[in-house]
């Protein structure tokens, strides 16, 4: 075929978009994947600084024991690191947060999630409804849950935060679970820099309007952010109405990290936590020597990460220190300095972390998944009903999507 024309193209270099790829590429199918950015990975993003590999977006390879993530990560040469991360089975530091108070949290908050279990049988609603009116650690748990899915309680579906699966299984790779994942795209033939602007289904061939030109297909599949899809960054001919909805009721919410570089790190315990607060959801989690790194990585969530976007990185890292400051002591402030931040909210192409399902709106996954025609097909963590927010759930729906093109081929065939 013609450099333009293919049989597939596969729209979004992130974790969705090369399961798919490598899938169709194996099967022998000419296919193109296409990518925005520079570089692969898209919310998995691996950097080098302090000596280290650090993951800006992605890190935990969560329900490590069924994520195939592993398995491809330990056939690329990297090391897996089985440390339990250190919200597990393990008390935070006692700084500032003694521990027969966080024994009192940590009933709370499995109380909560208890709570939104046994209200999942019946109607959805906010998950901020399962709070218990007057709980001293309401704001605590609020915290954990811009943690989780990027947003305050009172906007988060309690049907869609029930029907996250995870076996508690946290691994890390230590050369960076980003890297790990673009260098699983690197087989496959793609192309860099090119953004798409809009995607016309409705002729005989598929043609997608690119940065770079025009491209056709006979079946293309859409991997991009729900964020991207319901502000129509991309057009569809015809319209796609339903998709523009559905992504829109699956919103990013916000999960930024900060890494800062520790002097004298060896005083603390590796892989190690303290909170900045506990009686404020505007408050960072600090996960101190990763990997027995001398460094801190700190992670901030919901409405508090759009805010302290606004400051750029030094307003990471004032309202960083302050908190660590609090806690530790004044002279803290002098054993730290900053490694390196990113804001996915203002990334163009991100536009926020993972996404979550709006209040009534948690079937919409299903609703975005959806096929059109058997012609134009659609993957990333947002289509994964139980794997959502998550790098090992855009793997599987991306497989998904794939193993729909390859049936759609051998029945026009």
Known sequence: MPTNDYETIVIGGGAAGIAAARRLHASGVNCLLIEARGRLGGRAHTIAAGGHAIDLGCGWLHSADRNPWSKIAQKLGNKIDQTPPPWAQRPSLPFGFPTDEQRDFIKALNAFFERVSTAAKGP?????????????????IGAINSYISGAELDQVSLHDLENYRDTEV???????????????????????GCPVSAIDHGGPRIKIETSKGVLTADTTIVTLPTSLIAAQNVRFFPALPEKVDAAAALPLGLADKLFLALDNAEEFPKDSRLFGHHDRSGTGAYHVRPFGRPMIEGFFGG?????????????????AVSELVGILGTDFAKRVKLLAVHPWGQDPLARGSYSFAVPGKADCRTKLAAPVDSRLFFAGEACSIHDYSTAHGAYFTGIAAADQVLAARGKRR
Do not use: T
């Open 124 to 140: 959805d609603g906010p998950a901020s409804d399962m709070l218990e009116p007057g709980c001293k650690w309401n704001a605590l």
């Open 303 to 319: 409405a508090h990460a759009w805010h302290l976007e606004a400051g750029g990185e030094r307003g990471f890292y004032d309202f």
């Open 170 to 192: 946290n691994w890390r790779v230590v050369q960076g679970y980003g890297a790990a994942i673009a260098a699983h795209g690197a087989p496959v033939p793609a192309m860099l």
